[in-house]
Every structure is written in C-alpha cells, then in structure tokens.
C-alpha cells in the first residue's frame, strides 16, 4: 500500500482525535492590586491590566479590582467581598508596595498576603503572586526582607510567583513617573511581559 493511501485513511481518524480534545475554556481573571495596577498617573487604558486583556484576546475576561494606596489590610478585608462580586478563576495578587513604603511590620503583610491566597483558594480560584521592589533609598537589608516576603508566600501556599513586577527596569528611573514608584505608560507592556510567562501555564488549566 502507497504511503498515499496509508495517510488517506488515516487522516479522518486523526481529525477526529482532534475534534475530541476540548479546548481551554474562557478564564475570569481578577487583578487585586494597588496604585501600580490601577494605572495611577497614566491613562487606565495603557495600564498592564488594559494591555494584558488587549494581550489576551476576547477568549478570556480581564477584571482590574485594584485600588490606590490599598495595604494589604485593606486587600484583606475587601477581598471576600469583590470574590463574591466576580467569582474569578484566577486571581493575580499585587499587594505589598504600601506595606513597605509606609514601614509597616512584614510579618503581617506576610500574614495578610497568605490569607489572601487562602480565600482566594477557598472561593476556588487559582492564585499568582505578583512581587514588587522598593525604591533604593528603604536599604538593601529591609528591601532584601520585603522581596523575601513574596517568596515565602508563594513556597507556604504553593502558589507561582513573578518575582517583580517591574523587572528589567526596576532601576531605570527614566521610565517612571517623578514619584521614582509609578510606571509611564511606555513601561507598562513590559510588566505584561514580565506576568504572560508565569500566567500562561494557569490559563491552560482552566
């Protein structure tokens, strides 16, 4: 038999298979944030949040639960609440950066962020940990303790983490605002860039 009519027949089957295998259902996916994701100071429509929906098509609902100057006390207590509001199926968690730019304890905001993933869990939603940096001028040793934070979340709840949000421009100041914390719309694809990798994996999932 022809290798012509070996794949003649065995064509309609394969297509078959194919048609057999389900694809990725839509995803609801929640950025719970803070001023960095709530596109303080720039167009909402140039923040990451906008860019990452715009990144991922209309397959999948991008819902930007980020509030200026949220701690991640105040995350806590309004997370059951916006849970219930919009039932995710993942939960991005970018909360910290006013725990540590107001020096408040890191043992609590380490407590708090875990009980975050905790309900988030709870309310059956899978979770990403997004991490931040402090400006230079905190100290090596206390911005060393704070990324350390994230880290320690993400191992105790097994839950993926991006390092940092801002990373490979975290220095550069040319691209933040006056303030040195927030990002100019110019930066704000990269932070896509830095999150897509890390998330890609739970939208297969889903």
């Not at 995803?27 to 944030?33: K, Q, Y």
């Not at 970018?94 to 408040?104: A, I, M, P, Q, V």
């Amino acid at each position: 038999m022809s290798w012509s009519a070996i794949l003649r027949r065995l064509l309609p089957a394969a297509l078959a298979c194919l048609l057999c295998i389900p694809a990725a259902q839509a995803a609801t996916i929640m950025v719970f944030g803070d001023s960095i994701s709530a596109a303080y100071g720039i167009n909402p429509a140039q923040g990451w949040v906008s860019l990452l929906q715009r990144q991922l098509g209309t397959q999948h609902r991008v819902i930007n639960a980020s509030l200026s100057g949220e701690t991640t006390a105040g995350g806590l207590a309004r997370l059951p609440t916006v849970l219930q509001q919009h039932k995710p199926d993942i939960v991005l968690l970018e909360l910290g950066g006013n725990d540590g730019l107001r020096g408040l304890p890191l043992p609590e905001m380490q407590r708090n962020l875990g009980r975050m993933v905790q309900l988030a869990k709870q309310a059956r939603a899978r979770v990403l940990l997004i991490g931040m940096a402090l400006p230079p001028n905190y100290g090596p040793e206390y911005g060393s303790k704070f990324q350390q934070v994230y880290r320690n979340v993400a191992h105790e709840q097994k839950i993926p983490l991006v390092p940092l949000l801002v990373a490979g421009f975290e220095s550069d100041l040319a691209q933040f605002q006056n303030d040195g914390i927030h990002p100019l719309a110019g930066a704000q694809p990269r932070m896509v860039a830095n999150v897509l990798p890390t998330l890609q994996p739970l939208l297969r999932r889903n």
